[in-house]
C-alpha cells in the first residue's frame, strides 16, 4: 500500500501548486513550530468504508505521509505522532502484529523520504518491547538521518506519557550518580529541591529532540489526550476534530492552523511566564 | 394564517410565515432538551477538575459555578489556575461557600454529604515531581542501588507514587498504580484557549479534557451539556 510513486505524486502536480498557495496565504500569520497529533479513528474509518481494519492503518499510515508532506510546505519544523501506545498491546495479537509489520513497511517508507528531503526521523518510546528486527531498522534509521535538522518527524512507538516520566526521573537519578553526587555525600535532612530540577528531567524525556508542542490534533471526535505527550502539553492549543484520522487533509490543517493563529498571542504570552 | 388576500401578498406575511415554523417547534425542542439532561448520569462522573485562567479567576463566578455542581450533585472537585490564586484565596472560597470541605489526603472518593474541593496551582505539576525524583533519588543513595543497575529499570510507577506521597501529593500513589485515585475523569476549561494549563500531568492521562470559554461569561446550560457528552464517552484504554 505504501509506495515511493505515491509520495512523489504528493510532492508534484496541481495539487501540490494549489496546497503552495494555501500555504503561502496562511505564513502571513504565526505558524506553529511544532504539530503533534493523535491519529485516532483508523478502524472506525475501515468499518464504515466496508474494508478490514489492516486497510484502514494502512489508509492511517498514508495519511501521516501525507500530513509530513503537508507540515514541510508549510514551513512547520516539528511533527510528532502517536503511532502505537504501550496500552495498545492489549489489543489481539493478530491486530497488533499488522501494526508492527505496517511499522516495518513505514520504516523502509521514512528511510526513503528522509533522503529525499532531509527529514530527521526519532522513534520516541520503550523501543525495548518492539521485535529485534524492527528496533534495528530504527535505530539505523535515527543513525542515518541524526545529520539532519530541516525537519524534525518523531514517531511515538511503544509510548506512554507516564513511562516516559519515570524513564526521565530514572535517567535523572542515573546522571546524578554518575556525576558523582553519591561520592560527595548528602545531606541527611529532607530537602527534596537539591539535586534533580525540573530541566534535568525534561532534557531525558523520550521526545526532548524537539520543543513542547504548539498544537495537538486529535482526530476522531474524542478530546482526551490518552497518555501522549500530557507533560509536553502546559502551553498547546488542543484541537479535536470530528474527522477520523485517514480523512485527515490539507484543508482540516489549514483549519487547526488557522484557530491557532486565533489564540497566538494568548499561548504565546503563556510560554513566557514559565 | 391567511397570506394571500385578493391575490396580493401581505407585507410581511412571508416572513410570518418562514419563522412560524421553527418557532412552532421550539416547545418541542425545549422538550427534547429538558428530557435528555433530566437524564444526566452524574454518578459517572467520580471527579470533576475546572481550569481556570488565572487573569479571569473571580471568585464569585466560582462560588456560583461550584453551587451550580452541587446542585447538579457533582462530589469531588478539583480547582486549578496555574498561578494559585485560587488556592490563596481557598479559606474565602470555603468560608462563602457552604456546601464544602477540603479535600484531604487519604480521602477516597465516596459519596459525602458535602462536596470535597482540592486546590492546585502549576507548583503541583512538573516541580512535585522534580521534588518525587528527589525523594526517590535520596532514597536510593542512602540504600547505594543506584550504582547496580544498568540499563534497567529501577523505579516502578507505584515507587513513583509513593514518592509523590511523600511531598504530600498522596493521590498520585493511587493513580499510579491502577488509577483508583482521583484522577479527574473530566478536566472542564474556563479561559480564551482549549489548554490545560499546566495541570498535574500525572493525573490527566486518560482525562476528557472539555474547554468551556470565558469564566466571565460561564452558562449553566454548557455546563449541563459539557457533563452529559462525558457521560456518553465509551473509552477503550488503547485496546
Not at chain 1, 31 to 47: C, E, F, L, Q, T
Not at chain 2, 64 to 85: M, N, P, R, S, T
Not at chain 2, 224 to 238: E, R, S
Request: hydrophobic share 40%; glycine share 6%; charged share 25%.
Amino acid at each position: 500500500m505504501l509506495r515511493e510513486d505515491i509520495i512523489i505524486d504528493i510532492f508534484s502536480g496541481w495539487r501540490s501548486f494549489l496546497r503552495k498557495c494555501l500555504f503561502r496565504v496562511l505564513r502571513v500569520g504565526p505558524i506553529p513550530s511544532h504539530i503533534a497529533v493523535i491519529m485516532d479513528g483508523n478502524r472506525r474509518y475501515a468499518k464504515k468504508k466496508k474494508i478490514d481494519d489492516m486497510t484502514g492503518y494502512d489508509a492511517g499510515a498514508l495519511a501521516l505521509l501525507h500530513l509530513i508532506i503537508y507540515c514541510m510546505e508549510l514551513g512547520v519544523k516539528y511533527v510528532t505522532a502517536y503511532a502505537f501506545s504501550i496500552d495498545n498491546f492489549r489489543r489481539q495479537p493478530e491486530e497488533v502484529q499488522k501494526i508492527m509489520d505496517l511499522t516495518m513497511e513505514s520504516v523502509m517508507l521514512l528511510t526513503w523520504i528522509s533522503k529525499l528531503r532531509s527529514v530527521r526521523v526519532h522513534f520516541a518510546g520503550k523501543l525495548q518491547l518492539l521485535s529485534a528486527e524492527i528496533q534495528d531498522a530504527a535505530k539505523r534509521l535515527m543513525e542515518s538521518t541524526e545529520v539532519y535538522n530541516n525537519f524534525v518527524l518523531t514517531i511515538c512507538i511503544c509510548y506512554t506519557s507516564s513511562d516516559e516520566i519515570l524513564h526521565a526521573v530514572e535517567k535523572s537519578c542515573k546522571e546524578k550518580w554518575d556525576d558523582g553526587i553519591g561520592i560527595m555525600g548528602y545531606d541527611k535532612g529532607n530537602d527534596y529541591e537539591r539535586f534533580i530540577k525540573v530541566v534535568d528531567i525534561e532534557k531525558h524525556m523520550y521526545t526532548a529532540i524537539a520543543p513542547d508542542p504548539d498544537i495537538l490534533i486529535r482526530t476522531g471526535g474524542e478530546y482526551r489526550l490518552s497518555n501522549f505527550l500530557v507533560w509536553q502539553s502546559s502551553c498547546c492549543h488542543l484541537s479535536s476534530l470530528g474527522t477520523v484520522w485517514p480523512e485527515f487533509g490539507v484543508f482540516h490543517l489549514a483549519w487547526v492552523v488557522l484557530d491557532f493563529q486565533k489564540n497566538y498571542r494568548y499561548f504565546a504570552k503563556k510560554k513566557l511566564q514559565l | 394564517m391567511e397570506f394571500f388576500q385578493d391575490g396580493k401578498v401581505r407585507e410581511g406575511s412571508s416572513l410570518s410565515l418562514s419563522l412560524s415554523g421553527p418557532l412552532a417547534m421550539m416547545p418541542y425542542f425545549l422538550w427534547v432538551a429538558i428530557w435528555r439532561y433530566k437524564s444526566l448520569h452524574i454518578s459517572k462522573l467520580q471527579y470533576l477538575a475546572i481550569v481556570i485562567e488565572s487573569e479571569d479567576c473571580r471568585t464569585s463566578n466560582v462560588i456560583e459555578l461550584l453551587q451550580w455542581l452541587a446542585d447538579l450533585g457533582v462530589k469531588h472537585v478539583c480547582l486549578y489556575d496555574k498561578e494559585g490564586i485560587l488556592k490563596k484565596s481557598k479559606d474565602f472560597i470555603l468560608e462563602k461557600f457552604d456546601g464544602a470541605t477540603l479535600f484531604q489526603e487519604n480521602d477516597v472518593l465516596l459519596d459525602q454529604p458535602l462536596m470535597t474541593l482540592e486546590f492546585a496551582s502549576f507548583s503541583d505539576g512538573k516541580e512535585a515531581v522534580a521534588k518525587a525524583a528527589n525523594v526517590l533519588f535520596m532514597k536510593y543513595l542512602k540504600s547505594g542501588s543506584i550504582s547496580s543497575y544498568q540499563g534497567e529499570q529501577i523505579f516502578t510507577e507505584s515507587q513513583m507514587g509513593e514518592a509523590l506521597k511523600t511531598v504530600g501529593l498522596c493521590y498520585l500513589s493511587d493513580l499510579l498504580v491502577g488509577g483508583n485515585g482521583p484522577e479527574p475523569d473530566l478536566l472542564l476549561v474556563y479561559g480564551p484557549a482549549r489548554c490545560h494549563l499546566g495541570f498535574p500531568a500525572w493525573r490527566i492521562r486518560y482525562t476528557e479534557i472539555q474547554h468551556m470559554g470565558p469564566l466571565k461569561s460561564m452558562k449553566y446550560g454548557s455546563l449541563i451539556k459539557a457533563i452529559y457528552k462525558f457521560t456518553m464517552v465509551q473509552q477503550n484504554y488503547g485496546k
